[in-house]
């Protein structure tokens, strides 16, 4: 039997929506100034509150928000902003026009072969057009591991055996020398953000808004094994990353940030 397709839940998504927030408002102050973009797209929009922030920075911008929920993109609609909603892969996009400033926080790291994409990205891109990137660091992190180990244990081992769960990251130097051929200026980084969840469970519940949509949509059809698989993921977890006594439950998260602009035309090339 297939397994549903992973849905999004705006609302387990944005119930950490400040943690997960800092990353992109990181993200965005470290775009060129004085750039004066006309096309903006944002790759993997979600709710869109993204898209909206950059057509309130850039008004004579057309912004283009793009994301593979129906449900995400609800939510971005009632956002009454001048803001051009598509439903879309990012893996088929193709703009209909070079772009000054693509921004894709937090999406890319669902997609393969990061060494053509990045490049392929880049190449979408007008001369001196920016492509910012933020893309957290999943898999090398310590709930990664946990979740990894409790998918290959217990009843539920051979249905999660082929999920297309996140995979690790390119290197940055691998980052960089994938963009060289299109970019002249790159600017690579990480930063650890050590969030303070409020609630119990709290890291299983910052999960399920993102990491384990692929395992709960192979669950899907078996009730009980989903809830014992949760069960068991949970305690580890908990274990893990215990509650403070005042509640709060400690998550380091590291994140990669990338901000690429592509190589300008030589003066004598203007026009050609």
Partial sequence: MTAAPPAWDPGQYRRFEAERDRAALDLLVRLPEGLEPREIWDLGCGAGQHAALLKRRYPHAQVHGLDSSEAMLAQAGRLN???????????????????????????????????????????????????????????????????????????????????????????????????????????IWSTTYLHALEGEDAVLEWMKGTALRPHLAALAEDPSTRAAWLSALGARLSAAFRRRADGRTLLPFQRLFLVARRRRAPAGDAGR
């Fill in 81 to 187: 902003a001048d803001v051009d909603w598509r439903q879309g892969d990012i893996a088929g996009w193709s703009p209909d026009r070079p772009v000054d400033l693509i921004l894709a926080n937090a999406s890319l790291q669902w997609l393969p072969d990061h060494a053509a994409l990045l490049p392929r990205l880049a190449q979408t891109l007008a001369p001196g057009g920016v492509l910012a990137v933020q893309m957290p660091m999943a898999w090398e992190s310590r709930h990664h591991g946990i979740l990894r180990a409790v998918s290959t244990e217990g009843a539920w081992a051979d249905r999660l055996r082929d999920v297309d769960a996140i995979a690790p990251l390119l290197p940055p130097e691998a980052c960089y020398e994938a963009l060289s051929e299109v970019c002249d200026e790159i600017d």
